[in-house]
């Protein structure tokens, strides 16, 4: 019983994680198309009063994204029940996102502590933002990071979009198809993006990308 209680609200933590995704993408995109805005962008976003909420809101979803998921996981193994850990798609890309989930997760955490220690604590001076994301890509190992990252975000995707909408109970024959393709866009997106921008950026500033 305890997987079936957790699971919608698994679904709704990873959706409302999803949504600061695609923000966050849509934010750092501004570095590549207009870096003047990004400063901007950063600078104002950095100065509002309620960063410091919204940030606790989002440590709060991750966090508990993070424990229903594994008191889902301990509770599947305990009745020694694996049919919630694998995709029930016939497809291989599915099946791989699914198999993938917990190499992804760990992925995306350990890119998390190191994205928050480079760019967050402390946080860099406004109007030398760009500056210090370019300082941190300079750095081969963490370019190899933020672009796994992305892949890692865009595989977990892959995966919980569906998932998610079949926690909720809002899969069905009629609409199915098209929540997977809606689901597996989205993925692309954040993954290939996160992926993307940061070799983009570096690219750029190497002078190899004009």
């Known amino acids: 019983m305890i997987p079936s209680a957790v ?21 750092v995109s501004l570095a590549l198309l207009q870096p003047t805005a990004f400063e901007a962008y950063a600078t104002s976003l950095h100065q509002s009063p309620w960063l410091l909420p919204a940030e606790g809101l989002l440590t709060a979803a991750l966090l508990g ?24 798609r016939p497809d291989g890309w599915g099946a791989l996102a699914a198999r993938s989930l917990p190499l992804s997760a760990g992925i995306l955490l350990l890119f998390m502590a190191v ?20 300082e941190v890509l300079s750095t081969p190992w963490s370019l ?28 069905d024959p009629a609409n199915a198809q098209a929540i997977r393709l809606g689901s597996r866009l989205v993925a692309l997106l954040v993954g290939g993006g996160f992926a993307l921008v940061p070799v983009l950026l570096s690219g750029r500033a190497a002078g190899w990308l004009g």
């Open 7 to 27: 699971a919608p609200w698994i679904a709704r933590s990873g959706l409302f994680l999803v949504l600061f995704l695609l923000l966050h993408l849509a934010g």
């Open 65 to 88: 994204h993070l424990t229903l998921t594994a008191v889902k996981v301990m509770a599947n193994r305990r009745a020694g029940n694996r049919a919630q850990l694998v995709s029930r």
């Open 115 to 134: 994205h928050l220690w480079q760019l967050r604590w402390p946080r860099p001076p406004a109007g030398l933002e760009l500056a210090r994301l370019l």
């Open 144 to 171: 190899l990071l933020y672009g796994l990252a992305g892949l890692a975000a865009g595989f977990h995707l892959f995966h919980g979009g569906e998932a998610a909408h079949r926690s909720l109970g809002l899969l």
